[in-house]
């Protein structure tokens, strides 16, 4: 028997806004030559919370309006439309509405209703990539940002979230929207002497509703699969949060960071997770916070009170 969707009359019936502000697409696009009254033809992906919950699905959607600036509006109401296959949950279906979407440059900012509050870290995490790899498929969009009914998203800590890019949510191989799978990475981990830092390319298993920069750390603190490189993160290490606003990457640690006994210099402790986060293209410097406040200093040598950009001085020549 089809399941019989709810809620989907009275979320097409709320106030969906596309304000174009300072900078329209149109103009983003305008170098391209477009035909009058052309209807450009254009294959995209909606994603979609799978049954289980655990990842993304993806449906075609085929585009057929007169121009990019179209592109935006029709990949909102797919979204809001729901999924053809009654198997797979729209944010709807998850318990959240799109509220509106307004446009400013190259940044889409999708308006939540507070119902996105109530539900569980992975469920907010498939929600948002779920609405980001949609939106960002526009002509012209670069960055999505969520609000809460207009409030700004923050996470336990009351950090800001930060702008989702296209890469802010790992696919599988570039198959997007695929769920788990494997790939390479660039870490830093400690030498022998635990003085100087080595680069390692590992291959890690990751999951479609983890973001790049936790996945990241999350193996930093596993520590090196190869012999001949050593951890450089103190064991029991948790991560309270972590996002990306603006370039700059706000890591939260639990206090096993600070009490916790590694043998490596402070020095590289701190750059084996600077310069390993700053391999995302995304992100420039990076601040690290411990229990949601500021350190100072790490094991009264290194300043972490501020900043901290990448650093290649340590790596064994």
Do not use: W
Not at 56 to 69: F, I, M, R, V, W
Not at 76 to 94: F, H, R, V
Not at 289 to 310: E, F, H, P, Q
């Amino acid at each position: 028997m089809k399941k019989e969707r709810t809620g989907k009359k009275g979320i097409r019936s709320i106030l969906l806004f596309i304000t174009v502000a300072m900078v329209s697409f149109l103009a983003i696009g305008c170098g391209k030559k477009d035909t009058e009254g052309a209807k450009e033809e254009k294959n995209f992906l909606i994603y979609f919370v799978n049954s289980d919950k655990t990842e993304l699905a993806t449906e075609k959607y085929n585009y057929k309006g007169a121009d990019s600036t179209e592109e935006l509006r029709e990949l909102t109401d797919a979204l809001i439309s729901g999924p053809k296959d009654n198997s797979l949950k729209s944010p709807a279906d998850m318990g959240v509405e799109i509220l509106g979407v307004t446009v400013e440059g190259t940044l889409v900012t999708v308006s939540f209703s507070k119902t996105f509050s109530y539900l569980d870290p992975a469920d907010r995490i498939l929600v948002c990539a779920s609405v980001v790899k949609t939106l960002i498929q526009a002509e012209g969009a670069e960055g999505v940002s969520i609000t809460i009914e207009g409030a700004a998203l923050v996470d336990r800590f009351g950090n800001p979230v930060g702008v989702f890019g296209k890469d802010s949510f790992l696919t599988q191989s570039g198959m997007l929207g695929d769920g788990d799978g494997r790939t390479a990475v660039r870490l830093y981990f400690a030498d022998e002497s635990g003085m100087k830092l080595e680069s390692l390319m590992q291959t890690v298993d990751y999951s479609a509703n983890e973001t790049k920069e936790r996945m990241v750390v999350g193996r930093l603190i596993a520590g090196p699969d190869s012999m001949g490189y050593y951890p450089t993160i103190p064991q029991g290490t948790k991560i309270n949060s972590i996002n990306v606003t603006d370039g700059v990457c706000y890591l939260d640690l639990s206090k096993e960071f600070l009490s916790g006994e590694i043998n490596v210099s402070p020095e590289v402790t701190i750059y084996s997770i600077v310069n390993s986060l700053a391999e995302i293209g995304s992100i420039r410097k990076v601040k690290i916070l411990v229990d949601g406040k500021d350190a100072g200093t790490y094991r009264d040598s290194v300043d972490i009170s501020g900043m901290l950009s990448r650093d290649l001085s340590l790596l064994e020549e």
